[in-house]
Each structure stands twice: as C-alpha cells, then as structure tokens.
C-alpha cells in the first residue's frame, strides 16, 4: 500500500509542475466497523476502508484546495492542475501563506501521547457480543419496554501533513466505543434515555453490562415526565450536557469569528468573562485524549495555554490566517480537513473544578431545574442571546423529585457564565474536562 507520506509528496510534486508558489497536503487513510443489534440479533453491520487526499496551493496571494479518494497518479495529477487553475481566478487574500520553516514544530513523535491503540483491530462478532450484553442488562430492568438501540465500533486514523515549507509529519489514531439507548414506558408515556464510553484503548472501555443497566435506570428515572412551571429559577446542568456552554464560549473567541468583527466576547478581551477562581485550559498534549496532537493543521507546535486565566480572558483561538487579519501570532490552533483550508479549533479544555458535588449544588439551589438532556438551539452570535430545549428533573428543598421534559431554558451567555458554579464531578478521559454547573436565574418556559 502506498504510503500517506508518498501521497502528499506526489501531490505537492504535481502543484509545483502545475505552477503553484506553495503549496500543502493532507491524506488520510482509514477503517471503520460498526455493529448494531436490536432484540438480541444483528440489525446492522457496516465497515468502511479508504483513503482520502486534500490539496491546497497558493498562487501569489490566491489559494484554492481540492480533494479526492482516488489516489491514482493521473488522479493526484489532475487534482493539481484544477487547483492551481482555480487559485488564479480566486480572489487575493493577504493573510493567505504557509508558514515559516523557522515557525513549524520540530517535535512532530506522538507516540508519548498514546493515541493508538496498537492491539488486534476487534473482531466483528466480539463487537456484537458487547452489544448484546448492552441491550440484556438494560432489558433486564422491569421498567423499560424496550430498547431502541445496542452499538458497538471501532475507527482507526492515519493521517499525514506534509507542506512545501519543509513539514512532513504524521500520526495514528484509534478509538472503541460502545452505547444503549433504552426506552421505558409506551405509547405516548415513553421516554428514552442512553450511556456510553468511547475511548482510545480498550482496555480502558467500561464494561457493557454496565453501560446497559445505566441506560435503562436513566430511562426509567424519566417515566411520568411533565413540564415544569414557567418562571425564573436556578438551573444545574449536568456533567452530560455542561460543556455546551463552554462550547459556545469557545465559539465566541474563535479568532475566525473576531476577524468577522462578530462574537458576543469581541470586546471583552482582558475582561472578566467567568466567575473569579475559574479558568478554562486547553492542554493539547493531555495523554490518550481525542483532541491531543503536537503539532497543529498548519504544522505549528501545540502548546498549554490559558484560554481564560482566574476568569480573564486573556486571548483569541488563531490559525495562521485569521492571526495575520488580527494582527496576532497564530495559537497553534489550525485544523482541517482534505477539502477546505485550515481554520481555527481548539484541542482539549479542563474548566476548573470545584469542591461541592453535584448533590451539594442542588441542595443550595433549593428550588429549579436539573438539566441532563438538550435539544435544539437558539444562540445569537452576536449577542449570546440563549434558548435551548431541555428536560432533566424538578428539584425542591434540594431534592430531586419529578422528571420534566418539553420546557425551554433561556437567558444570555455572558451573564450565564458569570453566574455559574461548577462542581467536582467532569470524568477525566474527556477531551473536554467540565463538570456540572449551577446557573442561577435562568428563565424556563414550561406549562
């Protein structure tokens, strides 16, 4: 099999002949395997292989990106010759260009991060024998009426960057995962809930029995659901759905959003935008976590940094690109796929932790709302406007008592955030680390 380096090497051999300045190249190759069951049986089964190629190349100040799965050399040959042809017409753009040799990572082993798990691809019928255990243990609960659906799968990556500047590097990776979704109740009474556990070894997966009897006693627990009454109360988002807020806030400062002049934080650089005390870290070299990686899309070195430090924002999400328009060093923060040319995303986030549980927030909430589902969203750009579907549980006097479901949470994100508590629950394999958090006077639309 051709190898990925060779791939990217004939593809910026072909842009160069074909009268590209620069240029830089993207290939991944990879496997999936997935397996569902349903009443003990095998519903479906699929499994994917292939390889896929991404070129950019940049004319003077123009660039344009092409992709393809066809890897033939007449393919690779064309696909240059179409891009440089459509960068000419393009429009100029100053802040285009690969970066310098002086700039690009020169620790490029990901091996230390552990991103792969190196043990046999698993066998299709070992996968659906998780799935099956899944869907037993969660039927074996007397309150659910059936299961909706058992999953169990695995991916492996390899991808490799190489760039015109001198970059050439690579990695792999791998992950298993394994879900339930339960349903209790029927007709117009049921109510689903599910787990999961996705991870890159496994060895570390939890067990599917397990898996199987939290789905069901979580869609148990919601049988009989209601709407809440409509009002102003504090709200605890669960450790499930909490980073949600963290992503709209990570959206916010993303430098492709500033360099827009949008974002409801434009302006609130070097402004308090959390609680004093908290600060949001994003550690791309956390060991086996999705997002980790050491060097980014643009073939800059990753690093530790505080997004938000004790509640201050201290600066942007950039790639190369958005940087140059913003005046700023990119953040090693460039990602990309095989057709579009590198944006900016962060890796891994760990939101600070705090010492009450997740019981003890509710018990000095006293009155509100226990979100552990969401649906849908409404969020203004611009403003931070917020509104989302949710159900969860009724809390009173700091007890959980009735489920809830069709009511609707809003209020603005910059004041949310500087209003939320977290707790000590976020699991730790996550690549986003944020535990539940305890919101105070949010508006709930309900009956």
Not at 42 to 57: M, Q, Y
Not at 111 to 135: I, M, T
Not at 235 to 246: P, T
Request: charged share 20%.
């Amino acid at each position: 099999m051709t190898q990925l380096s060779d791939l990217t090497q004939a593809l910026m051999d072909a842009a160069r002949k074909a009268g590209a300045d620069a240029s830089d190249a993207l290939a991944i190759d990879g496997t999936s395997i997935s397996i569902d069951v349903r009443g003990g049986a095998l519903e479906h089964a699929e499994r994917a292989e292939g390889v896929e190629v991404g070129l950019r190349v940049l004319v003077g100040q123009r660039q344009a990106c092409v992709s393809s799965s066809d890897t033939k050399p007449d393919t690779l040959r064309q696909m240059a010759e179409r891009a440089v042809a459509m960068a000419r017409i393009a429009p100029e753009d100053p802040n285009v260009g690969l970066a310098d040799a002086s700039q690009l990572a020169t620790d490029t082993d990901t091996a230390a991060l552990e991103l792969f798990d190196a043990s046999a691809e698993p066998d299709p019928a070992a996968l659906q024998a998780d799935a099956v255990r899944a869907e037993a243990a969660a039927l074996e609960n007397k309150g659910i009426s059936q299961v909706q659906q058992a999953s169990a799968g695995y991916s492996r990556r390899r991808i490799h960057l190489a760039a015109s500047n001198g970059f050439s590097a690579g990695y792999t990776r791998s992950d298993r995962g394994l879900s339930c979704v339960a349903i209790s109740g029927t007709g117009t009474d049921m109510e689903r809930d599910y787990d999961y556990d996705s991870r890159i070894f496994q060895t570390d997966l939890r067990d599917a029995a397990e898996i199987g009897q939290q789905a069901a006693a979580r869609a148990v627990a919601r049988a009989g659901a209601n709407r809440p009454k409509t009002g102003a109360y504090p709200v605890v988002f669960d450790e499930r759905i909490s980073s949600s807020l963290i992503s709209h806030l990570v959206q916010a400062v993303s430098g492709a959003t500033i360099a827009r002049g949008s974002g409801w934080l434009r302006d609130a650089l070097g402004e308090q935008v959390l609680p004093k005390g908290l600060s949001l870290i994003e550690e791309p070299h956390r060991k086996r976590a999705f997002s980790s990686k050491l060097f980014d899309a643009e073939g800059l070195p990753t690093a530790r940094r505080a997004i938000i430090d004790d509640g201050v924002l201290t600066g942007w999400t950039l790639d190369l690109a958005n940087g140059r328009k913003l005046g700023m060093p990119s953040t090693g923060n460039a990602a990309r796929g095989t057709a579009a040319p590198p944006m900016p995303s962060v890796t891994n986030l760990t939101l600070t932790q705090g010492s009450a549980t997740r019981d003890d927030l509710l018990r000095d909430m006293g009155t509100g709302l226990l979100i552990t589902s969401m649906i849908g969203a409404t969020i203004n750009p611009n403003t931070g406007d917020y509104s989302r579907g949710a159900s969860g549980f009724w809390v009173e006097n700091g007890e959980i008592t009735t489920p809830v479901n069709e009511c609707t949470v809003a209020g603005n994100l910059r004041d949310m955030l500087l209003r939320m508590t977290p707790a000590n629950d976020a699991r730790p394999h996550l690549s986003h680390i944020v535990p539940s958090i305890l919101v105070e006077g949010l508006t709930l639309a309900g009956e």
